[in-house]
């Protein structure tokens, strides 16, 4: 496996898999994602905007990700971070449905605690499987943060210090 940035040949993977991924929410009962968002129109921003990238096996894309280095509803948090340093914020993730259960997700967080000392990233309260995901893979709780929809998320921090 590998991750490089996205370019525009990625984009009907990408959207495959968050159209699978907002299936499974909603087989949940998860309303995240349930809106439109994120839709083609995101993620040819965040191309546009260099911070798309897609994890790979045998060049075929199998997650995908947006990496971002300041989130403005970051900045209020019911709780409190672990430090107030710079740091990368992780979004959208979503990992294809028959490589699920696979580590991809740990292999994409393993491959940012190489390059950043701070990882931020956010879930809504009810997605158990990514709250799962971020315990497994050393995250910590840090409270509440409001979207600017005004929706609550659950706040993660991960660490090298």
């Known amino acids: 496996m590998n991750i490089t940035k996205a370019n525009s040949h990625d984009l009907d993977s990408i959207m495959s898999i968050v159209n ?9 009962n998860i309303n995240q994602w349930q809106d439109g ?18 994890l790979k ?14 989130e403005p509803t ?7 971070w672990l430090n107030d340093e710079d740091y990368v914020a992780v979004h959208r993730i979503a990992i294809r449905n028959d490589k699920k259960g ?6 994409i967080f393993d491959h940012l605690k190489k390059q950043y000392s701070n990882i931020r990233i956010d879930t809504h309260i009810e997605n158990m499987s ?11 709780y840090c409270g509440v943060i409001i979207l600017a929809d ?12």
């Not at 994120?38 to 897609?54: A, Q, T």
């Not at 696979?102 to 292999?107: D, E, K, L, R, T």
């Not at 005004?150 to 210090?161: D, S």
Request: net charge positive; charged share 25%; glycine share 6%.
């Open 130 to 140: 990514m709250r799962n995901c971020l315990s497994k893979n050393n995250f910590t």
């Open 102 to 107: 696979q580590n991809c997700a740990g292999f």
């Open 20 to 28: 699978d991924a907002k299936a499974y929410l909603k087989s949940q």
């Open 57 to 70: 096996d045998d060049d075929e894309v199998i997650g995908q990700f947006v990496l971002v280095t300041d």
């Open 150 to 161: 005004g929706n609550p998320r659950n706040a993660y921090h991960w660490t090298k210090n």
């Open 74 to 80: 970051y900045k209020v948090i019911d709780g409190k």
């Open 37 to 54: 968002y994120p839709n083609l129109n995101s993620f040819k921003e965040d191309l546009k905007n260099d911070r798309l990238y897609v």
